[in-house]
C-alpha cells in the first residue's frame, strides 16, 4: 500500500494475514484470534514516534482534502432554509378545467386550513 494513511503502509501481512510485522523492525504481533490494529498503533507510536507523526501528519492532510471537497455546512443550510414559496401564497387557475369554471377561479391556500 503506498498510502501514509493507512496502518499497512508501515506494516505487512504474513503467514495469510495471521501476523503482522512492521517494515522498519523485526517486531511481529499474531493477528490470528484479534484483527485489530490497535496493537500496530501502540507499537508504531511507541517504537518508531517519527513515523507515528508521519502517519498523524498524514491523517491531517487527508482530513483537511476531504474537508473542502465537502460543501460547506452553512451553505447547505442557507440552500435548504430558502422557501421556494412563502406560506399563505394562494394558486389562482385562470383557465377553465373540465371540473367546472366556477371552482377553477377560485383561489386555493396552500396552507391552512381547507374547508372545501
Not at 43 to 52: G, I, N, Q, Y
Not at 91 to 107: G, L, N, V, Y
Request: proline share 4%; charged share 30%; aromatic share 12%.
Amino acid at each position: 500500500m503506498f498510502d501514509p494513511t493507512n496502518w499497512w503502509y508501515y506494516f505487512e501481512k504474513t503467514q495469510q494475514g495471521k501476523v503482522a510485522k512492521c517494515k522498519n523492525c523485526s517486531w511481529t504481533k499474531d493477528r490470528s484470534k484479534d484483527k485489530s490494529t490497535n496493537g500496530l498503533k501502540y507499537h508504531l507510536e511507541h517504537s518508531h514516534a517519527e513515523l507515528f507523526s508521519q502517519k498523524l501528519e498524514a491523517d491531517r492532510i487527508k482530513e483537511t482534502k476531504a474537508q473542502k471537497k465537502q460543501p460547506h455546512v452553512q451553505q447547505i443550510l442557507d440552500i435548504v432554509k430558502k422557501p421556494k414559496i412563502s406560506l399563505g401564497t394562494e394558486i389562482q387557475f385562470d383557465e377553465e378545467t373540465p371540473e367546472s369554471s366556477s371552482a377553477a377561479k377560485r383561489h386555493y391556500p396552500i396552507f391552512g386550513n381547507n374547508n372545501y
